[in-house]
């Protein structure tokens, strides 16, 4: 009884003292955001889009080409490369600077034929991502061990989960977030329920691949949250607790888990 009194002291304590959590949404949201899941599984891939840090390869359809008495083969090859700075921009010859963040190669493209139609006679090029840095996705909250996973390890929701550990003990397996950046550069969130998911399996239900980009995040359970608080306040407030003895237990009642 002591100790189950100690806890519960210490809980309220560590309550003023937790740091700041994400707070989920209400209820109405995440169901909204998991309609929007199942209806984000049944659209075509989406189109490739530009980021920053991505090498471009941009080259000329028709035109002149140095000769190689001029310029040696990998010299040839360096020129048509051209990295996306922090600014979303490209520096173009005869051009200047070119907006190709969260645009696709495609678009780039046209617009780059466009406005070198003044200068050269066939102004066309074709514009594909060389290198893409950015290739992975982020599994963060509570999983046993947040990271970075490369989408190719990793292009379902279900597998970038399993491949940051799981969800760990304290975390809320029912709302799952995928939080999506759209064109406009602003993320939007969808839910998952993964408890479901581990129950049943996929049920027919239309997996949803995952883009370079995505944050996945596992929020914590009230349960979670309140243990947490109770490890910061004897770990961290207090840590001189472990060199007296004084010890405690987590104890699960009835009324359930959340």
Do not use: H, W
């Not at 941009?58 to 010299?75: H, K, Q, W, Y």
């Not at 003990?169 to 799952?176: E, K, L, Q, W, Y």
């Amino acid at each position: 009884m002591k100790r189950t009194m100690l806890v519960l002291a210490m809980m309220a304590l560590a309550a003023c003292n937790t740091p700041a959590r994400i707070v989920p949404p209400d209820g109405k949201t995440v169901e909204d955001g998991k309609r929007a899941l199942d209806q984000l599984a049944q659209l075509p891939p989406a189109v490739e889009r530009i980021r920053i840090g991505d090498q471009l390869r941009i080259v000329r359809d028709a035109g002149e080409m140095p000769t190689l008495s001029a310029f040696n083969v990998s010299t040839i090859y360096e020129l048509t490369l051209y990295t996306v700075q922090t600014d979303g921009k490209i520096n173009y010859p005869f051009l200047g600077p070119i907006q190709v963040a969260r645009r696709t190669p495609a678009e780039v493209a046209n617009e780059l034929s466009n406005k070198l139609a003044p200068v050269y006679r066939e102004p066309r090029v074709t514009v594909n991502i060389n290198q893409a840095p950015g290739n992975s996705i982020i599994v963060g909250g509570a999983v046993n061990n947040p990271t970075t996973v490369p989408i190719a390890s990793a292009n379902t929701l279900e597998q970038a989960i399993v491949g940051a550990g799981g969800v760990n003990p304290a975390g809320n397996a029912s709302m799952v977030a995928l939080l999506r950046e759209d064109t406009q550069g602003t993320y939007r969130a969808y839910f998952l329920d993964f408890s479901q998911y581990l129950k049943t399996g996929p049920n027919g239900r239309k997996q949803v691949p995952l883009q370079r980009g995505d944050v996945v995040f596992v929020p914590k359970s009230n349960v979670g949250e309140r243990i947490q608080g109770v490890d910061t306040y004897l770990n961290q407030l207090i840590p001189f607790t472990k060199s007296i003895g004084v010890g405690y237990n987590y104890t699960r009642t009835s009324g359930g888990s959340n």
